[in-house]
């Protein structure tokens, strides 16, 4: 069944164009997720088809009643954002709309909520929208991928892997178009360059022949009109070449090799040795005392949920504290999300150079690949977007004199080509590299350690995150917290039904589960 079909529609932001779309529908029990960059006009999308926003132009026709799952949600309470989050989604689930359109329902959950959430829309009967950055979450839930490009929207079947094999074959296409454009180019020039030779000859009296001889054969004659008539030629050829559709050469990526500080003295030796260090946070113990030891190179992921203490390890790891011991050797550089570092005044090349030790073609590189190319670095950093920021941010910090490299959350606010843009620069840079993160595809493709703060215990994994999440056997196991999870996706299942069917039945099962809920979490 139909639940909204869209014509011709139009949104204007000041004077930019950012929705054109002649025609989109959504039909009953569709998974469809919404990708783009930051601005690209995501979220505005979801207000006009939720009837939040009115439309420049063009129509929608809705045949049910969709529930807007907002991005940025109400903060004037005690409740933490995860928890502010958890509420947002309960609420609308509550109203058990056919339709859900989820604007990053995934911020501010942990790895473990964030599940949560996959599980109860994996077992929900209805249609959604789900603009997401989050790679993991959109290959679990979805079955369509809508590109938002330029007001435009390309839809792709199957779920965000799958997408990113579409756009590979895309690419590879284009590039093949490219080379034939270049071949096609190239043979409309040389064939021009021949006839304006021929023609510029054709002016010349034939060798032996004598000038009298000339004007009495009619040589000359001859040779205008064969001249006349390469021009002519020379002329369509110059045609062609105006005419032919011009393919533009893909943006390659550049690789990076930075002189890392102390290098000899710093790869595959211990630059920061742990003993018998604890984590505790006023009253409450974050973890027992453990020791472990980090070495130059090493790329190590904390994880854990949201208040288990991972910035307070990434701030004893900063500041040296009680047990910690970092080598000479070892120069730090930090990444949060205070965008304090930056100079609104000045531009993106600007901030990005005043604290740098590299050259300028190597901090232009860093900068390319993290999707600012040629005059965009001379933009004022206060005319950026919150996403752009972030960007310049770290690359201000990745360019200064460091070869260790913490952040702290790194990928809020970034849209995905630019969380794979900064994986990619993780992964290539040699220096160590340690962060927070709760991005599940980020920590895969970056982290070759697994440092996990759950249970009050600091669990250390030597493997990447895919080999620490299949590894149950070493890997204790949050029972309570699951428990917690299954009850509370029952919980809103029950819920449902209820606002559907309500019955004595149903009640008494929503009660039990909810008593059953609390003495839970009081045993915790």
């Known amino acids: 069944m139909k639940l909204i079909e869209a014509k011709s529609l139009k949104v204007f ?35 006009v088809l939720a009837e939040k926003r009115k439309p420049d132009s063009g129509n929608i026709h809705l045949l049910t009643s969709p529930v807007l799952l907002p991005q940025i949600k109400k903060t004037d309470t005690t409740k933490s954002g995860g928890e502010v989050t958890q509420d947002y989604i309960k ?3 509550l109203q058990n709309p056919e339709l859900l359109l989820a604007d990053e329902p995934t911020t501010n959950l942990d790895t473990s909520h964030v599940e949560w959430l996959e599980k109860i829309l994996r077992n929900w009967q209805g249609a959604f929208l789900i603009v997401s950055h989050d790679r993991a979450f959109l290959d679990a839930l979805c079955t369509t991928i809508w590109e938002v490009n330029e007001g435009k929207i390309k839809e792709y079947k199957g779920n965000y892997s799958d997408y990113v094999q579409q756009k590979e074959l895309e690419r590879l296409e284009h590039e093949r178009d490219y080379e034939k454009y270049i071949q096609k180019k190239h043979q409309l020039e040389q ?23 000339a004007s009495i054969t009619g040589a000359k ?16 050829i110059e045609t062609r070449l105006e005419k032919l559709e011009t393919v533009e050469k893909l943006k390659e990526q550049i690789p990076i090799r930075m002189v890392l500080p102390n290098e000899r003295s710093f790869k595959n030796k211990i630059i920061i040795r742990a003993e018998n260090i604890e984590g505790a946070f006023a009253s409450r113990t974050l973890w027992s005392t453990k020791s472990f030891h980090i070495k130059g190179g090493d790329k190590v992921a904390i994880i854990g949920a949201n208040g288990a203490g991972k910035t ?21 550089g930090y990444f949060s999300q205070n965008l304090d570092v930056l100079d609104l005044n000045q531009s993106i090349l600007e901030n990005v150079k005043s604290t740098s030790v590299q050259d300028e073609t190597f901090v232009r590189t860093v900068l390319a690949r993290l999707h600012f190319y040629r005059d965009d670095v001379y933009k004022l950093a206060g005319v950026l977007s919150g996403g752009e920021r972030v960007k310049v941010a770290l690359a201000k910090s990745f360019v200064s004199n460091m070869n260790t ?11 995905i080509d630019a969380v794979e843009a900064l994986e990619s620069l993780l992964s290539e840079f040699e220096g160590t590299v340690i962060f927070v993160s709760h991005d599940r595809r980020f920590i895969s493709k970056v982290a070759h350690r697994i440092f996990d703060i759950k249970n009050g215990s600091l669990i250390i994994f ?4 895919t ?19 299954v009850l509370e996706t029952k919980i809103s299942e029950i819920l449902s039904r209820l606002s559907i069917e309500p019955s004595p039945e149903l009640d008494a099962e929503f009660q039990r589960l909810v008593t059953e809920k609390r003495k839970l979490e009081n045993r915790n």
Do not use: C
């Open 312 to 332: 307070t390890l990434l701030k004893k790891l900063i500041n040296g504290s009680d047990g910690i011991t970092i080598s000479p050797a070892a120069k730090i």
């Open 13 to 47: 932001i000041k004077d930019r164009l950012i929705i054109d779309v002649e025609h989109l529908q959504v039909y009953s029990k569709e998974r469809i997720g919404i990708v783009g960059k930051n601005g690209s006009g995501k979220t505005t999308l979801l207000e």
């Open 91 to 93: 609420a609308a689930m």
């Open 405 to 415: 490299f913490i952040l702290d959350e790194p990928t809020n606010y970034l849209d």
């Open 462 to 465: 030597d493997g990447d995150y």
């Open 467 to 485: 080999s620490y999440t299949n590894d149950k056997p070493k890997k204790s196991r949050d029972t309570s917290n699951d428990q917690l999870l």
């Open 221 to 236: 004659p001859y040779f205008a009109k064969k001249q006349k008539k390469m021009q002519k030629t020379a002329k369509s």
């Open 191 to 213: 064939a021009l360059e021949d006839k304006l030779k021929r023609a510029d000859r054709a002016t010349k009296k034939p060798k032996n022949v004598s000038l009298s001889e």
